[in-house]
């Protein structure tokens, strides 16, 4: 996670397209967004990018989306 302080720069989308590049021929990229806490700016992001939740995990105090995107 970004600190607020260097979030709206590009640098996260600098760092993905560099790791989606190397995943490519692995076909997709899995990871997992808090939801409980919630990291809104996480899941936001994400999202932008084409990933789609596929599931969740955890419980009532520790809750993660589990998202995906087709490479």
Known sequence: MLHEQF????LGSFVYDEIERV???YTR??????LVPRND???A??????FKEVGRLGDDEHLVALME???
């Open 23 to 25: 995943a490519a021929p």
């Open 7 to 10: 979030r709206r720069q590009g």
């Open 41 to 43: 700016a996480s899941l």
């Open 69 to 71: 995107k087709a490479l």
């Open 45 to 50: 992001f994400h999202e932008a990018r084409g």
């Open 29 to 34: 990229l899995s990871l997992e967004v808090n």
